[in-house]
């Protein structure tokens, strides 16, 4: 089943297992898991595994990418830290600034658009058909594979004790330098141990330069 929409949010959530203050925001963000023009993403960052509990989900590749996007906005690393469209940074908690910026930007008019016409795994990947309109140059495409919904007993660290779920786990991220409007194909390899069923593909398209997402669509496999 696939699923498209035009003008969306794009919700990345940089998190930790290992942070106490970060399971209100994970189940936040499961609250926008759900919505048609919401796209929510959970990028779990790895400078918390030094305090004991190493987060089965950590990648320095997200720690890197939340370096990115704070070097950009002038802000500091921090989690739960929230980006939205690539461009606003807040508390991944404050569910009131979260709200009103996702009105701002649905009283926007998108400037593309993204739709994904196929999604299938084959060989070890998912091979994706995907189609872009409007104003897509300078700009790259990103594919996330999302595991929607995991469940962790944290056995160390700040949250040891706790069982955890989180949603929207980003278990494999790819970026696409080179894009062109029309029809297009492209793959990514599926992340070990997770069940098809419970896995999600995401694209959106950012501007290089400033970060701004114009476009996204996911696909349920």
Aim: charged residues 20%; glycine residues 6%.
């Amino acid at each position: 089943m696939k699923h498209v929409t035009n003008n969306i949010a794009v919700l990345e959530l940089f998190t930790s297992q290992g942070c106490s203050s970060c399971p209100p925001a994970d189940q936040l963000i499961g609250t926008y898991a759900s919505k048609t023009n919401v796209i929510a993403l959970s990028f779990h960052v790895d400078y918390w595994n030094r305090l004991g509990w190493n987060d089965p989900f950590s990648s320095n590749e997200y720690t890197r990418r939340q370096i990115m996007y704070d070097s950009l906005l002038k802000a500091e690393e921090y989690t739960p830290q929230l980006i939205i469209n690539g461009q606003t940074e807040m508390v991944g908690s404050d569910s009131i600034k979260i709200s009103s910026t996702l009105t701002e930007i649905f009283s926007e008019r998108p400037h593309a658009s993204l739709n994904i016409e196929n999604a299938e795994p084959g060989n070890g990947k998912i091979n994706i058909k995907y189609n872009l309109t409007g104003n897509v140059r300078n700009s790259n495409l990103n594919i996330a594979v999302l595991e929607n919904k995991t469940v962790t007993p944290v056995k160390a660290g700040e949250n040891e004790g706790v069982t955890l779920t989180d949603y929207n786990v980003v278990r494999n991220f790819k970026t696409i330098g080179s894009i062109g409007s029309g029809e297009n194909t492209a793959s990514i390899d599926i992340p070990s141990s997770v069940d098809l069923k419970n896995m999600t593909v995401v694209l959106f398209l950012q501007k290089k330069g400033n970060n701004k997402i114009s476009a996204a669509a996911r696909a349920d496999l």
